[in-house]
């Protein structure tokens, strides 16, 4: 079975011992994964660095599909970013509003947006509580200004925010619900939302967190919960390949 992750981290160093792209790939063996989608490590203000040294470091390594992350809140300078980064090989922009300090509906996100829809990116996006910037709700508000973009929402809302982060889904076709922590902490949550009749495994992408979150758990517990095969494969690596046209 193909095993991809749509959220993991490349920092240089993670629980006192060197990590990096040896790191990332020897967590990705452990667990099974065949393909990653890789964000830098840490939120900086300005992430343009960080940005570009894990493009350097992913650059021929057929596994890793790099993301960068973007502020938007750096206007002009955020937009130009993103576009250079693609140029070098990034698959997708990640927004990470409650460290950035926005709410992810503000209209300060839609030159991002428009800029991910024009170079034919997805968008990978945090969501967390109201009071964070990134509820689900939010998200939702966001996906319906921007419907041409394919939008992965991390965490799909866990734990006290999963019903608006199914809400938004249904209200917005283009919108996955990924299953970074909730898939090795909760999967049964996973399964319920899959089995609740409005949100089937076609739109659940697993992603696991690493190395904050452990893959290995994260994969095991889609694969404990109880689904068909078929929705197990949707959810650990189909529904990733039509998300990045693999």
Sequence with gaps: M?????????????NDAPYGKAGVLATADAAGIDICVVFPGGVPPD????????????K???????????????????????KRCV????????????THCYRIDMPTIDPVMELAHSLNIPATIH???????????????????????KIVMDHMGYREWVGLAVQA????????LGTTLIAAAEPITVKNIARGGQI???????????????????????KSVGFTPREEA???????????SL
């Design 2 to 14: 193909f095993v991809a992750d749509f959220e993991t981290y490349m920092p240089d160093e993670f």
């Design 47 to 58: 992430p343009r660095e960080t940005n570009a040294h894990l493009l350097a470091e992913a």
């Design 60 to 82: 021929g390594e057929s596994r890793i599909l790099p993301g960068c992350l973007i502020n938007p809140t750096m206007g002009n300078e955020a937009v130009d970013d993103l």
């Design 87 to 98: 140029d070098a090989g990034a698959r997708t922009v990640k927004l990470m509003a409650a």
């Design 127 to 149: 969501s967390g509580s109201p009071m964070s910037g990134c509820s689900p709700a939010s998200i939702g508000t966001l996906a319906q200004r921007h419907p041409e973009v």
């Design 169 to 176: 889904a249904i209200n917005n076709p283009q919108v996955f």
């Design 200 to 222: 089937g495994a076609e739109r659940i992408v697993f992603g696991s967190n690493a190395p904050s979150g452990v893959a290995i758990h994260g994969v095991n517990g889609i």
């Design 234 to 244: 949707q959810i650990l690596g189909e529904n990733l390949k039509r998300i990045y």
